[in-house]
């Protein structure tokens, strides 16, 4: 399942989906996690490890244990937000967490004040060949904060392992009189076409967003050219 920072559910949401006890170990969860977040923000502690996990850490890994896998990503999301999740925090739950709690991390990082400093994580989900980290990647935040040449190339990454570009947070926007987008667009299909594939429709949908916004007329439809033998073994 492919999940966006547009599924993640509310608090209100998810009391209306959550058992008795799941909603039991969710208010202890956030609170552990205002108190830290409370805690951060005054004078550390004498003799406190700065390498010590908070507990609220240990809830974001258990998440799905208590509240289930539908609700985990929502959970995780607001423990997050609850605890003020700082730069430090969000790269040891990503280095150190599944695919989920990983993928938990690049869904909310545009709700945490973090600035661009996050961005090394966009950058190795985008790496990764698990759609579920690629399609989380490339949301808002990552339309914040990606730079052209990074982005671009991150709607490539969609659309060579087949994430849907509807992931792609402010897509019209970014895409919109992109000519270097529609250059590697073109590009994509051309080496698609030789090599006996299809097209993918997405890649037409992402071409035809590249015109300016000022002119009626569209870049040029991509089209097939005689199939060619197809490879016996993929590069």
Not at 57 to 86: F, I, K, Q, T, W
């Amino acid at each position: 399942m492919l999940t966006s920072s547009n599924s993640l559910k509310s608090r209100k949401e998810l009391d209306a989906g959550l058992g008795g006890a799941a909603r039991a170990w969710l208010d202890e969860a956030l609170a552990e996690a205002a108190h830290d977040a409370a805690a951060a923000s005054e004078a550390p502690r004498p003799g406190a490890s700065p390498y010590a996990s908070p507990p609220w850490e240990l809830r974001y890994a258990a998440a799905g244990r208590h509240c289930g896998p539908e609700h985990a990503d929502s959970v995780r999301s607001l423990l997050l937000v609850e605890a003020h999740a700082s730069l430090s925090s969000v790269t040891r739950l990503y280095e150190q967490g599944t695919a989920a709690e990983r993928r938990a991390v690049l869904l909310t990082l545009h709700l945490l004040d973090l600035g661009d400093t996050a961005l090394p994580l966009v950058e190795d989900a985008l790496r990764a060949n698990d759609t579920r980290l690629v399609a989380a990647a490339v949301g808002p935040y990552a339309a914040d904060h990606l730079d052209r040449h990074a982005w671009r190339h991150a709607v490539l990454k969609c659309l060579f392992t087949e994430v849907p570009v509807t992931a792609v947070a402010r897509l019209d926007d970014r895409a919109r009189g992109d000519a270097e987008l529609a250059r590697m667009l073109t590009d994509f299909a051309a080496e698609r076409t030789a090599a006996g594939r299809p097209v993918p429709e997405d890649l037409r949908t992402v071409l035809a967003l590249t015109a300016p916004a000022d002119k009626g007329d569209h870049p040029a439809r991509p089209t097939a050219a005689p199939a060619a033998p197809a490879p016996t073994e993929e590069s």
